[in-house]
């Protein structure tokens, strides 16, 4: 499998990252061991989680992936093979959106202290409060590197002026720069990242790691009817799309599915990775049989007609 650089970084990552958000959500430990186990086993090396992560749950107050994945690397003492993102500023039951610095060097310890490490490779604005000056938090994240608690960041929902204005400060203050991206993006939601994003990652040369890679499960092509919903916890998340567009691409998925005798899933995330522009997607399994899906990605080669195909569907 050919790995990939995380562009301005040493980072050398598999092209799929796997999201974190479902462990302790809807698997447990031991469900959760066991994806982990399978996919490091199949070569891949990048795990993404969030300190959020899953405050959702019954009595939950965020930090339950990361506690999982902490364990994970204890138990297996692999955390030198892995390439670990996590992230900062998300709202939970406890406190809202905050890139503030004092919340910022209160979490990444208790982020630190939850994955039983002493370092994070990628750390993310993943929800950007809109108010904490620019400048007090990339100097917060210079602070930490410096401290050897994170080695590169990275930012998510982060309006586009106010990356810029990240680029901006960093440039003139002499700060740490962002080097990855992680948007919202996927064959079915493209305007905002292709018009609104990619200009500003070719000016940046930023990696690229799109969230909901195969929006809410519905590019899988379980969801169908409306009686389809209930198959999944995550199954209403993907009611918006059963519309004329969806449908569109999913015949389109099929038809291309079919030819290269694949997944559905597969084929969505081999459309992400021919994109240039795209490091590597970011996708949760919940089952061995989803975890294969994700595996295949990389290998599966789209073709001009595939491409052409898909792209029009979901323009």
Known sequence: MNKRIIKNTDLEIAPINLGGNVFGWTLDEQQSFNILDKFAGAGFNFIDTADMYSFWIENGKGGESETIIGKWFKERNNRQDIILATKVGGATNQHGLDVSRKHILKSVDESLQRLGTDYIDLYYTHYDDNITPVEETLQAYDDII?????????????SPARLEESFEISEAKGLHKYVALQPHYNLLERAHFENDYAPLVEQYDLSVFPYWSLASGFLTGK??????????????????????????VLSALDKVA?????????VALAWLLANPLVTAPIVSATSDRQLQTIIDAPTLVLDADDIALLNEAGK
């Open 146 to 158: 410096k401290a050897g608690k994170v080695r590169f960041i990275a930012a998510s929902n982060v």
């Open 258 to 266: 079919e030819k290269h005798r694949t997944q559905q899933s597969t």
């Open 223 to 248: 969801y169908r009817t409306e009686s389809d919903f209930s198959k999944s916890p995550r199954g209403n998340d993907a009611g918006k799309y059963l519309n004329e567009k969806g449908l569109n």
